[in-house]
């Protein structure tokens, strides 16, 4: 696999950066909230695990390029390690294993894609 098989023009780079970053800071702020208890309800919120944490490492990816994949992909575990670790402190949160579990699947899907975009050389 060629590592910068995908173009990315630098309009998208920064859209991709700024919907990372901005995830990632809506899930810290508002994670602290009483707006994210129970917002939503089990199973369905192992989805949203999986969503958000596949958009942040496919966004950080599209932002940086195909050579910082799994760089991508652990620090959105490492994020997803720290909003389980700081539950465990806020009132009416949760840490809970399987939360964790779906967060690693949709960062695993998002390198897979990734990896298939890169594999065939799409250009965006």
């Known amino acids: 696999m060629r590592t910068e098989a995908v173009k990315r023009t630098p309009v998208i780079q920064w ?26 309800p089990s199973p ?31 620090f959105a575990f490492a994020i997803a390690l720290y909003d389980e670790w700081r539950q465990l402190a806020l009132p009416g949160r949760e840490a809970e294993l399987a939360d964790l579990l779906a967060n690693g699947v949709g960062i695993v899907l998002a390198v897979l894609l990734a990896r298939y975009i890169a594999a065939r050389g799409i250009r965006s």
């Open 15 to 40: 859209l991709a950066m700024g919907v990372a970053t901005l995830m990632i800071a809506s899930l810290i702020r508002l994670g602290e909230t009483e707006l994210a208890v129970g917002l939503i």
């Open 44 to 74: 369905w919120d192992k989805l949203a695990h999986m969503a958000t944490f596949g958009t942040i490492a496919f966004s950080l990816w599209l932002a940086l390029g195909q050579r910082w994949l799994y760089s991508c992909a652990v």
